[in-house]
């Protein structure tokens, strides 16, 4: 499960950590991840979730994915709905809890079709963070005497040698892409993120490689004259697609909140029969739109103003 | 109670749970009723409260109305004091500088052990529930407050599966699997408030809702409840709290 | 030497995390540090010295501060000259490489009159990290096999439970108290930091309490308009205190570069003999001053305005 | 030689290390002649070439006549793409994003390990040096290449102290102490540039400077240095190079 040491570092090495431009369209960017790979998703629950991206790998029918994320939400169940992966790890999984219990995660864990591995969300967050980290490992004082631990195999549990208390050891984790969705970044991949950071700076420096999507690419001169604004690294990128609204219909920070219309349909079209409702939403949304805007298209222009007007509403203040 | 105003058993528990924070206490609160509840304390008698969510946000004013669809979007970062990585938030709980833990359940056991995985075997369950988030960190790392509906169902005697550890098997068992701080404080219910037996870590009856008897909480609980004669009685809802909460949830997305 | 799990959260505990208004004097803010405390500094060599603060210790007589901080200047040499701490804790301490070995240090420590106690860089900030984490060590994968570590009796090397591999395990530092310098921060203690952010937030997280002096003490209005700028929080936060060139004659990031003219007259000055030359640099700009006003014209305004050129001209691009 | 232009001893260090890098590369520089000799190989014949600094900046363009007192100061920011904590900042050697470091040094021994810690005995020391600084982290986890004057004192059958590991005592040490990356790649003198031998890990010249012969190098090293017959010889510094390095040092800062 954790990757050698050697193995981490070689792979590291053999990347392109030169300063360079790598900008290119989503299908290009869907060709840098391969079937069987474990795909780490930045943001978390609705919010600057890497959409664009998930639509583009399941349009390109990739399988076997293990996927990982704080908290996932109706990209869980596209992902599973659509074959892409029958394996997800992260601590809460549903649409919202505004909307219950998703229907669709229901259908595919307890029918066994697809497996949820649970692990608590301070847990997922340090295993990106060893990764990120280069060390095997990072101690936790949470999880111990729960069910939670008590189904992972991959945990040690330890006396500590300087006090002597008891804790518990997780794995570090270092995927193989991060999908990571931000406000901006240059063409080499130097990116600002506004508001939540959620685990995106760990995800990305932890993983072998990284897919960035940005609503908008700016100059390099740009990030210059503000070095501290950068929130992840260039060297630590591998490509650079800009999609505007490339969260819809979840939210990116400061710039449009969630459609909830849409969110409403989506769980109302996946309530009586979750397997045909997804798919049915999977041809609409995802097989149907011969590209990026097209899709925009059908969430309806009205709806995208207003989650703009709601998103941008951030900074009235 | 024929003076008191009418309330919905979701309002009668965010009223219950929000007078259990004080003012200057560092909160962490879930989406739902805790986050209604933390966001009425702080309007109602704790102004100078400071809340946490999930997130990363650090001391917001969640502002009336456009209430979060979970704490992870920027509705729940109205006026903060502070934006963090989603690690960093929870580490906050690991550190000490929270106070009290304050969430929803969906299942519960007489040694405050709560479920959010499983209904039935783990292995093969009737229902798969959405998971711990970050329910297990928050409890194994602070004191908790839990608000949630009291239900035969809900109260059992022991839970399906510990997403978030309450006493596991009672006694020291908390401390002896390595937890040795915080643990289950007050469960909040639409009937009582509980807490927990020092020694046996059995949960026990605090205070009764108004016009509500021990039998009518034995009836809804799954296991026997130790109760006091002459147990305390909480103060209904007071006109203000509720224009609070209505003000603050007016389409009742967490009180209907 | 590593505080125990209980210890450290009880200490948490009992301090006043509410959000209030901690403003006060220099003085004030001096008699918050008690005599034989672990005293952790911020910033790095020249930059962002908390020196305000320095300087307000050494006027109040402290004595047996055990301090500790990433790399150690000219605070270093008078902090063991004026005998307020007879042991420091870095990774490398002399004045700044271009005015060669600090001879203050030299002597202090080759005579034995004071302790230089050596630590790698990293293995510092992991050691804070570690104590702002709340985990009693943090792995590291350096440090083995070389003589500093040798001299450490605090530190621990085992074979990775996951990989297997050798590793250094570093025991957590929680100092009894922070001392920073930020840029701006509110009254509450909200800091707002520019540019190179060093240790500071691990510092700031892992101690027991935090003295925050300040260049300008802004609204907390304006902290909440931009609450992804805030980089310590308020209830890490026990003291307040405006200051303007704190750092003086180190620098501020943006503020004002290094005071380079007094930085050569003080190393002339301590070249011959060390012990001297420091009690008569402390003489005169530590104890004569009335107050930081005084100090700062001791320094000179020509000084001062051409300092503040330089600092300010990092956003001419 | 007499149609090479004149050139200190310390600007011959930073032209011949600084053609050590290459393009594209990212290199963990320290102040001195490492800032300068990376600032040089980015400005001469490295535009892509990425400078990482211990005070926490990634990737800046050094200001000409603004060289910094230490890495850790503002002028080490002008430029960059971006500022981590010092923590940070180094961890990328551990997580493996550098491809070289490169540092000065005081005293070296025949394996390449470094003392910048205490001349003689170190509970006792002659002379208490300024310390590890992030020389111990760099060292410990990257290739190195160290710029150094080729004195006798200086390179020393075993260093009086370990504060950076090269090679410990040879062999497989290293990585038997759990150093199992990195390691010194080469050491540049002002007489020749060095390297070590695969198996025993024992310092070799793999290349002589202009008019240096091998008996000035044994002459001016405290051990037996290996040197193959028919040695490489460097190209002495070009007129561009030194352009460049006086256009950024002019008041010889680092050079004198």
């Known amino acids: 499960m954790t990757q050698s040491y050697l193995e981490l570092r070689e792979r590291t090495r053999a990347r392109d950590r030169s300063l360079h431009e790598k900008v290119m369209s989503l299908d290009e960017a869907a060709c840098r991840v391969a079937d069987g790979e474990h795909v780490a998703v930045g943001g978390c629950t609705l919010s600057r979730t890497p959409m664009a991206m998930i639509w583009a790998l399941i349009r390109a029918h990739k399988r076997d994915l293990t996927v990982s994320r704080s908290i996932v939400s109706t990209e869980g169940d596209l992902l599973f709905a659509s074959g892409v992966s029958e394996h997800i790890l992260t601590s809460w999984f549903s649409q919202g809890i505004v909307w219950g219990i998703s229907k669709v995660m229901r259908h595919y864990t307890e029918t066994g079709k697809a497996r949820f591995e649970e692990w608590s969300h301070m847990s997922i967050g340090l295993r990106y963070r060893a990764g990120a980290m280069g060390v095997p490992f990072m101690p936790v004082r949470s999880m111990m005497g729960s069910g939670v631990a008590g189904r992972l195999a991959d945990l040690r549990e330890i006396d500590c040698p300087f006090t002597g208390e008891k804790l518990m050891l997780l794995p570090a984790l270092n995927p193989d892409v991060a999908l990571i969705h931000v406000q901006r970044c240059d063409a080499y991949g130097n990116a600002q993120i506004d508001g939540l950071q959620f685990m995106d700076m760990d995800i990305a420096m932890a993983a072998n490689r990284v897919i960035m999507t940005t609503e908008r690419i700016i100059s390099n001169d740009r990030i210059r004259r503000a070095p501290d604004q950068t929130k992840i690294p260039f060297f630590a990128v591998d490509a650079v697609v800009e999609v505007p609204y490339g969260s819809a219909p979840h939210e990116c920070y400061g710039m449009y909140e969630p459609f909830f219309g849409h969110l409403d349909e989506y769980a109302e079209a996946t309530k009586r029969d979750p397997e045909a409702g997804a798919r049915e939403y999977l041809e609409r949304y995802y097989a149907a739109p011969k590209d990026w805007s097209e899709y925009l298209d059908l969430l309806g222009i009205e709806n995208v103003l207003d989650a703009t007007r709601r998103g941008r509403s951030i900074y009235d203040d | ?256």
């Open chain 2, 1 to 256: 109670m024929t003076e008191a105003p009418d309330f919905t058993a979701s309002e009668l528990l965010a009223v219950m749970s929000g007078r259990l924070l004080e003012d200057g206490q560092v909160v962490f609160a879930g989406v739902g009723i805790p986050l209604l509840a933390a966001t009425l304390a702080q309007r109602h008698h704790a102004p100078g409260l400071t809340i946490l969510f999930e997130g990363g946000t650090l001391g917001p004013f969640v502002v009336p109305g456009e209430l979060p669809p979970s704490t992870n979007e920027q509705r729940c970062t109205r006026r903060a004091n502070m934006l963090l990585s989603i690690t960093d938030v929870l580490l906050l709980l690991q550190r000490g500088y929270v106070d009290v833990g304050f969430m929803g359940g969906a299942q519960i056991d007489k040694h405050g052990n709560l479920n959010s995985s499983f209904i039935g075997d783990a292995d093969a369950p009737s229902v798969r529930l959405p998971g711990s988030g970050g329910g297990n960190d928050i409890s194994s790392l602070t004191q908790m407050i839990v608000a949630m509906k009291h239900e035969k169902r809900r109260f059992v005697e022991r839970v399906d599966f510990v997403t978030s550890p309450g006493y596991l098997d009672g006694g020291a068992s908390r401390s002896d699997a390595g937890l040795i701080t915080g643990g289950m404080y007050r469960v909040v219910t639409d009937l009582a408030i509980l807490g927990f037996d020092e020694e046996t870590r059995r949960m026990k009856v605090e205070a009764l809702h108004p016009g509500v008897t021990p039998d009518d909480v034995q009836a809804n609980t799954g296991f026997e409840v130790l109760i006091d004669t002459g147990v305390a009685v909480t103060e209904p809802p007071r006109a203000s709290e509720l224009a609070v909460l209505r003000e603050l949830d007016p389409e009742r997305l967490y009180t209907s």
